[in-house]
């Protein structure tokens, strides 16, 4: 098992940047597909991105493609995401999730095992 919390949401301007953390317990987190995904309200919980265990692969979902970029440090058990030039569209509560039955990186919330609790991102225009 894993457990993973989040950290670094929060309120920021149109075209500013933020960048989410995902901290993971455990010893094995290399052997977890992770990804982010993010919730509106009154919509459903939807990919934002992805990325391999070892971080040789990515996956973003289009609309955020060129803006968001994720990244791991597996000696540090983390997962980030720099989110720049952000819209008030990408205002949602974000969520990191970790799976390791995954042999690639899965683009839907059902695919993913274990979640953290979400951090709010909100975007003023």
Known sequence: QVQLVESGGGL???GGSLRLSC???GRTFATYVMGWFRQAPGKEREFVAGISRYGGNTNYQEAVNGRFTISRENAKN???LQMNSLKPEDTAVYYCAADRDLSYIANTPAQYNYWGQGTQVTVSS
């Open 78 to 80: 983390t997962v980030y």
């Open 12 to 14: 920021v301007q149109a």
């Open 23 to 25: 901290a993971a317990s």
